[in-house]
Protein backbone atom coordinates (compact mmCIF):
# COMPACT_ATOMS: atom_id res chain seq x y z
CA UNK A 1 0.00 0.00 0.00
CA UNK A 2 0.93 3.73 -0.61
CA UNK A 3 0.92 6.47 1.43
CA UNK A 4 1.64 9.85 1.54
CA UNK A 5 2.55 12.62 4.81
CA UNK A 6 2.27 16.09 4.50
CA UNK A 7 2.88 17.34 7.76
CA UNK A 8 2.42 20.79 7.54
CA UNK A 9 -1.01 21.77 7.52
CA UNK A 10 -0.69 25.63 7.32
CA UNK A 11 1.99 27.43 5.75
CA UNK A 12 2.91 30.98 5.06
CA UNK A 13 5.18 33.21 2.99
CA UNK A 14 5.61 36.68 2.17
CA UNK A 15 5.19 37.67 -1.13
CA UNK A 16 7.98 37.50 -3.57
CA UNK A 17 9.76 34.97 -1.09
CA UNK A 18 10.82 31.20 -0.92
CA UNK A 19 8.55 28.60 0.39
CA UNK A 20 9.40 24.62 0.77
CA UNK A 21 6.65 22.65 1.44
CA UNK A 22 7.30 18.94 2.57
CA UNK A 23 5.91 15.55 1.41
CA UNK A 24 7.05 12.11 2.42
CA UNK A 25 5.79 8.78 1.09
CA UNK A 26 5.65 5.07 1.00
CA UNK A 27 5.70 2.72 -1.40
CA UNK A 28 6.80 -0.59 -2.15
CA UNK A 29 7.20 -0.16 -5.78
CA UNK A 30 9.87 0.42 -7.53
CA UNK A 31 8.40 2.36 -10.68
CA UNK A 32 6.37 4.95 -8.98
CA UNK A 33 5.72 8.67 -9.90
CA UNK A 34 5.04 11.76 -7.41
CA UNK A 35 2.83 15.03 -7.97
CA UNK A 36 2.17 18.04 -6.82
CA UNK A 37 -1.83 19.74 -6.94
CA UNK A 38 -2.28 22.90 -6.54
CA UNK A 39 -6.09 23.46 -5.39
CA UNK A 40 -7.30 26.99 -5.07
CA UNK A 41 -10.49 28.46 -3.18
CA UNK A 42 -12.31 27.45 -6.49
CA UNK A 43 -11.79 23.84 -5.44
CA UNK A 44 -10.36 22.58 -8.79
CA UNK A 45 -7.11 20.17 -8.46
CA UNK A 46 -4.39 21.63 -11.05
CA UNK A 47 -1.02 19.48 -11.63
CA UNK A 48 1.87 22.07 -10.23
CA UNK A 49 4.60 19.33 -11.26
CA UNK A 50 5.42 15.93 -11.08
CA UNK A 51 9.11 13.73 -10.66
CA UNK A 52 9.14 10.57 -12.27
CA UNK A 53 11.07 8.03 -9.30
CA UNK A 54 13.71 6.67 -11.65
CA UNK A 55 14.76 9.95 -12.56
CA UNK A 56 17.68 11.33 -10.65
CA UNK A 57 17.71 15.27 -11.30
CA UNK A 58 14.82 17.01 -9.73
CA UNK A 59 11.82 18.29 -11.26
CA UNK A 60 11.18 22.03 -12.29
CA UNK A 61 8.38 24.23 -13.87
CA UNK A 62 8.82 27.84 -13.50
CA UNK A 63 8.59 28.85 -10.30
CA UNK A 64 8.14 25.33 -8.93
CA UNK A 65 10.83 23.03 -7.96
CA UNK A 66 11.30 19.77 -6.15
CA UNK A 67 13.58 17.97 -4.15
CA UNK A 68 13.12 14.61 -4.21
CA UNK A 69 15.28 12.64 -2.46
CA UNK A 70 14.33 8.91 -2.79
CA UNK A 71 16.27 7.04 -0.17
CA UNK A 72 14.66 9.21 2.32
CA UNK A 73 11.15 8.80 0.34
CA UNK A 74 10.96 13.14 0.87
CA UNK A 75 9.64 14.67 -2.44
CA UNK A 76 9.19 18.99 -0.99
CA UNK A 77 7.99 21.27 -3.09
CA UNK A 78 10.00 25.01 -3.10
CA UNK A 79 7.64 27.89 -4.60
CA UNK A 80 10.08 30.95 -5.55
CA UNK A 81 9.33 34.76 -5.50
CA UNK A 82 5.84 33.61 -4.28
CA UNK A 83 3.16 35.47 -5.52
CA UNK A 84 -0.69 36.42 -4.26
CA UNK A 85 -2.29 33.63 -6.74
CA UNK A 86 -0.18 30.78 -5.35
CA UNK A 87 -2.13 30.78 -2.38
CA UNK A 88 -4.18 26.82 -1.96
CA UNK A 89 -3.89 23.75 -0.60
CA UNK A 90 -1.10 21.73 -1.83
CA UNK A 91 -1.86 18.51 -2.11
CA UNK A 92 1.23 15.82 -2.85
CA UNK A 93 0.36 12.71 -4.43
CA UNK A 94 1.61 9.43 -5.51
CA UNK A 95 1.14 7.01 -8.65
CA UNK A 96 2.80 3.45 -8.61
CA UNK A 97 1.51 -0.38 -9.38
CA UNK A 98 -1.77 1.33 -10.32
CA UNK A 99 -2.84 4.48 -12.08
CA UNK A 100 -5.04 5.85 -8.60
CA UNK A 101 -3.21 8.73 -7.43
CA UNK A 102 -2.39 8.07 -3.24
CA UNK A 103 -3.06 12.04 -1.90
CA UNK A 104 -1.67 13.88 1.45
CA UNK A 105 -3.90 15.50 3.58
CA UNK A 106 -2.67 18.35 2.38
CA UNK A 107 -0.73 21.92 3.20
CA UNK A 108 -2.69 25.37 3.51
CA UNK A 109 -0.16 28.17 1.53
CA UNK A 110 -0.69 31.83 3.11
CA UNK A 111 0.83 34.49 0.89
CA UNK A 112 0.99 37.74 3.09
CA UNK A 113 1.40 40.69 0.91
CA UNK B 1 -6.67 24.16 -23.48
CA UNK B 2 -8.49 21.16 -23.88
CA UNK B 3 -10.17 20.73 -20.07
CA UNK B 4 -12.13 18.24 -18.00
CA UNK B 5 -15.71 19.32 -17.63
CA UNK B 6 -18.00 18.53 -14.74
CA UNK B 7 -21.74 19.51 -14.60
CA UNK B 8 -23.24 20.35 -12.29
CA UNK B 9 -20.95 22.30 -10.14
CA UNK B 10 -23.11 21.78 -7.32
CA UNK B 11 -26.19 19.39 -6.67
CA UNK B 12 -28.05 18.78 -3.59
CA UNK B 13 -30.45 16.06 -2.76
CA UNK B 14 -32.70 14.40 -0.28
CA UNK B 15 -31.14 11.49 1.60
CA UNK B 16 -32.22 8.20 -0.15
CA UNK B 17 -32.53 9.89 -3.80
CA UNK B 18 -30.24 9.02 -6.76
CA UNK B 19 -28.07 11.08 -8.21
CA UNK B 20 -25.99 11.16 -11.20
CA UNK B 21 -22.80 13.28 -11.92
CA UNK B 22 -21.49 13.96 -15.20
CA UNK B 23 -18.18 14.33 -16.85
CA UNK B 24 -16.80 14.87 -20.10
CA UNK B 25 -13.31 14.15 -20.23
CA UNK B 26 -10.53 15.53 -22.62
CA UNK B 27 -11.13 13.63 -25.75
CA UNK B 28 -7.57 11.97 -26.50
CA UNK B 29 -7.75 10.76 -22.83
CA UNK B 30 -7.89 7.20 -22.49
CA UNK B 31 -8.29 6.61 -18.72
CA UNK B 32 -11.07 8.10 -16.26
CA UNK B 33 -11.77 8.27 -12.79
CA UNK B 34 -13.76 9.71 -10.05
CA UNK B 35 -12.00 10.73 -6.66
CA UNK B 36 -13.95 12.39 -3.65
CA UNK B 37 -12.75 14.56 -0.98
CA UNK B 38 -15.11 14.86 1.96
CA UNK B 39 -14.99 18.90 2.83
CA UNK B 40 -11.88 19.57 5.05
CA UNK B 41 -10.28 16.09 4.17
CA UNK B 42 -8.19 14.38 1.84
CA UNK B 43 -8.92 13.62 -1.42
CA UNK B 44 -9.89 9.92 -2.30
CA UNK B 45 -9.69 7.88 -4.99
CA UNK B 46 -12.85 5.94 -5.91
CA UNK B 47 -12.83 4.00 -9.22
CA UNK B 48 -10.67 4.06 -12.65
CA UNK B 49 -12.13 3.32 -15.49
CA UNK B 50 -9.90 2.11 -18.87
CA UNK B 51 -11.35 0.60 -22.37
CA UNK B 52 -15.11 0.21 -20.99
CA UNK B 53 -14.48 -1.66 -18.13
CA UNK B 54 -13.51 -0.74 -14.47
CA UNK B 55 -10.13 -1.74 -13.65
CA UNK B 56 -9.48 -0.69 -10.36
CA UNK B 57 -11.81 0.22 -7.49
CA UNK B 58 -11.57 1.41 -3.68
CA UNK B 59 -13.32 0.26 -0.48
CA UNK B 60 -15.53 3.08 -0.93
CA UNK B 61 -16.65 2.45 -4.53
CA UNK B 62 -19.45 -0.14 -2.60
CA UNK B 63 -22.75 -1.40 -4.68
CA UNK B 64 -24.15 2.28 -3.97
CA UNK B 65 -21.99 3.56 -6.72
CA UNK B 66 -21.81 2.66 -10.40
CA UNK B 67 -19.60 4.31 -13.64
CA UNK B 68 -20.95 4.60 -17.12
CA UNK B 69 -19.51 5.70 -20.68
CA UNK B 70 -23.10 5.98 -22.00
CA UNK B 71 -21.91 7.49 -25.56
CA UNK B 72 -18.29 7.37 -25.27
CA UNK B 73 -18.06 10.90 -24.41
CA UNK B 74 -19.32 11.27 -21.10
CA UNK B 75 -18.08 9.29 -18.11
CA UNK B 76 -21.01 9.47 -15.17
CA UNK B 77 -21.02 8.40 -11.48
CA UNK B 78 -24.41 6.99 -10.41
CA UNK B 79 -24.92 7.25 -6.64
CA UNK B 80 -27.99 5.69 -5.66
CA UNK B 81 -29.59 6.21 -2.74
CA UNK B 82 -27.49 8.96 -0.71
CA UNK B 83 -26.66 9.05 2.67
CA UNK B 84 -25.82 11.91 4.64
CA UNK B 85 -21.88 10.93 4.33
CA UNK B 86 -21.61 10.99 0.45
CA UNK B 87 -21.78 15.00 0.60
CA UNK B 88 -18.60 15.73 -0.99
CA UNK B 89 -16.93 17.06 -3.80
CA UNK B 90 -17.08 14.79 -6.24
CA UNK B 91 -13.72 15.01 -8.95
CA UNK B 92 -13.72 13.40 -12.35
CA UNK B 93 -10.05 13.13 -14.07
CA UNK B 94 -9.21 11.69 -17.42
CA UNK B 95 -5.16 10.45 -18.28
CA UNK B 96 -3.47 10.03 -20.94
CA UNK B 97 -0.18 8.22 -21.37
CA UNK B 98 2.89 9.73 -21.33
CA UNK B 99 6.42 7.91 -21.28
CA UNK B 100 5.04 5.52 -19.24
CA UNK B 101 3.06 7.78 -16.54
CA UNK B 102 -0.47 8.25 -16.78
CA UNK B 103 -1.29 12.15 -15.98
CA UNK B 104 -4.40 12.76 -14.94
CA UNK B 105 -5.72 16.00 -15.55
CA UNK B 106 -9.31 16.91 -12.99
CA UNK B 107 -12.37 18.72 -13.67
CA UNK B 108 -13.51 21.48 -11.42
CA UNK B 109 -15.26 19.03 -9.45
CA UNK B 110 -19.42 18.62 -8.35
CA UNK B 111 -20.02 19.07 -4.88
CA UNK B 112 -22.90 16.89 -3.77
CA UNK B 113 -25.22 18.02 -0.59
CA UNK B 114 -26.80 15.65 0.46
CA UNK B 115 -29.98 16.86 2.94
Redesign the interface.
Known amino acids: AQTVTQSQPEMSVQEAETVTLSCTYDTSES ?1 Y ?1 LFW ?1 KQPP ?6 VI ?1 Q ?1 AYKQQNATENRFSVNFQKAAKSFSLKISDSQLGDAAMY ?1 C ?1 S ?1 GG ?9 TKLTVNP | EPEVTQTPSHQVTQMGQEVILRCVPISNHLYFYWYRQILGQKVEFLVSFYNNEISEKSEIFDDQFSVERPDGSNFTLKIRSTKLEDSAMYFCASAREVRGVTEAFFGQGTRLTVV
Not at chain 1, 42 to 47: D, F, G, H, P
Not at chain 1, 98 to 106: D, Q, R
Open positions: DYYSRQMILREFAQSEKLVFGKG
